[in-house]
T-cell receptor, first 113, second 112 residues
């Protein structure tokens, strides 16, 4: 079945560092790909998405490109801030009709000032 | 504000007790979902409802039942709670083609 694999966490960086969180997927067909962010004590929020190959999703300085040839959707940010500390989930949308999300295991990111 | 509302936010149960987690959405979406979140495992789908009057099993349905009461409400019931059901539960509702996929704030359940 469909699956998502994220890089193991936790990840700790200093403020203004460059961030990459790797995400690869296995899926039949052409799924949509997502990054969600979860701040402490909150639910998940959609960060960005891409619906077809070579699409780039972007939001709040984060970017990810849908790479069909490498089945990847890596999350990047050029200069992280303390406020970016959260858990990040990569997900793919699968299924017909009622599309279901399949999530990676999450990567906890901590940014130190 | 438009969104997904879950109750309760926290709950402690004894093994064997039952409870119902409530979820309501005011976005007029057809589909609704229940996920559980466990450390190191991401979110796993328990049950979903593609439309009012229909429900289907997800990845981890054992020990749970659901009811799609109307278009707004989708409840999750634990008939006889077990410690393995200690988790954080999220209700979610996506729009067409996963646009506006919105999560509730979660229910932290502990079964002792």
């Amino acid at each position: 079945g469909d699956s998502v694999t994220q890089m193991e966490g936790p990840v700790t960086l200093s403020e203004e560092a460059f961030l990459t969180i790797n995400c690869t997927y296995t899926a039949t067909g052409y799924p949509s790909l997502f990054w969600y962010v979860q701040y402490p004590g909150e639910g998940l929020q959609l960060l960005l998405k891409a619906t077809k190959a070579d699409d780039k999703g972007s939001n709040k300085g984060f970017e990810a490109t849908y790479r069909k040839e490498t089945t990847s959707f890596h999350l990047e940010k050029g200069s992280v801030q303390v406020s970016d500390s959260a858990v990040y989930f990569c997900a793919l949308g699968s299924g017909q009709g009622a599309q279901k999300l399949v999530f990676g295991q999450g990567t906890r990111l901590t940014i130190n000032p | 504000n438009a969104g997904v509302t879950q109750t309760p936010k926290f709950q402690v149960l004894k093994t064997g007790q039952s409870m119902t987690l409530q979820c309501a959405q005011d976005m007029n979406h057809n589909s609704m979902y229940w996920y559980r979140q466990d450390p190191g495992m991401g979110l796993r789908l328990i049950y979903y409802s593609a439309s009012e009057g229909t429900t289907d099993k997800g990845e981890v349905p054992n020990g749970y039942n659901v009811s799609r009461l109307n278009k707004r409400e989708f409840s999750l019931r634990l008939e006889s709670a077990a410690p393995s059901q200690t988790s954080v539960y999220f209700c979610a509702s996506p729009g067409q083609n996963l646009r506006g996929y919105t999560f509730g704030s979660g229910t932290r359940l502990t079964v002792v």
